[in-house]
Nanobody, 124 residues
Framework: QVQLVESGGGLVQPGGSLRLSCVAS????????LGWFRQAPGKEREFVAG????????YYGESVKGRFSISRDSAKNTQYLQMNSLKPEDTAVYYC?????????????????WGQGTQVTVSS
């Protein structure tokens, strides 16, 4: 019911910055969370950040707190993930994901809609 499209991935040097965007369409929920996960080869899908469009509340994974931040442009139904001070371990496919309600955990199983993913590679 919710369609999500990510963009903005690419190759960046360690210490650099990158901004991802997620455009949402379809039946979104005012109680839901729009967030980000990432998955590196051989690793589990990891929660990165999430934000409620109506609640002005954001959540960040411990590994990215202080380096990544979420912002949004409601008129464009777009959420941005600003990634600063990037490290090689940030290399992964990044997915935009959404929940339909306000009961959720920072685990992939609680998110019901997913984008196609965008590759972020941090390397010299």
């Amino acid at each position: 019911q919710v369609q999500l499209v990510e963009s903005g991935g690419g190759l960046v040097q360690p210490g650099g910055s990158l901004r991802l965007s997620c455009v949402a369409s379809g039946r979104t929920s005012s109680r839901g969370v729009l967030g980000w996960f990432r998955q590196a080869p051989g690793k589990e899908r990891e929660f990165v950040a999430g934000s409620s469009w109506s609640g002005h509340i954001t959540y960040y994974g411990e590994s990215v707190k202080g380096r990544f931040s979420i912002s949004r442009d409601s008129a464009k139904n777009t959420q941005y993930l600003q990634m600063n001070s990037l490290k090689p371990e940030d290399t992964a496919v990044y997915y935009c994901a959404a929940t339909l309600g306000d009961k959720w955990r920072p685990t992939a199983s609680d998110f019901t809609s997913w984008g196609q993913g965008t590759q972020v590679t941090v390397s010299s």
